[in-house]
């Protein structure tokens, strides 16, 4: 199983960033896909998650900004970042739950600096 996220850079705050993320291993369809971020200091929080028929869970922290989509044939989901502030800055983690149930992935982090 591997969840290949992309994308991690320095954005500006008040521009927007994407964050795409490639699933392989899994049956796409079985699993809801979406990103964490932990910041410099603080726990891990979701972000962002959506399910394979499209309902989604956005963190209040983010919601009016960010965007979750997925391509369920091509085994993708991304995070449209948009209207971003510093305090976005975080290490960005691809995960993968399988629903009805406790098995998750989770890919390798990826750094998205926002600077003021």
């Known amino acids: 199983v591997q969840l290949q996220a992309f994308g991690g850079g320095l954005a500006r705050a008040g521009g927007s960033w994407s964050l795409p993320c490639a699933a392989s291993?899994?049956?796409?369809?079985?699993?809801?896909t979406g990103w964490y971020r932990q910041a410099p200091g603080k726990q891990r929080e979701l972000v962002a998650l959506?399910?394979?028929?499209?309902?989604?869970n956005i963190a209040d922290s983010v919601k009016g900004r960010f965007t979750i989509s997925r391509d369920n044939t091509e085994n993708t989901v991304n995070l449209q970042m948009n209207s971003l502030k510093p305090e976005d800055t975080a290490v960005y983690y691809c995960?993968?739950?399988?629903?009805?149930?406790?098995?998750?992935?989770w890919g390798q982090g990826t750094l998205v600096t926002v600077s003021s």
């Open positions: 959506i399910r394979s028929g499209g309902s989604t």
């Open positions: 995960y993968a739950q399988r629903i009805f149930s406790a098995s998750n992935y």
């Open positions: 291993g899994i049956t796409f369809s079985r699993y809801a």
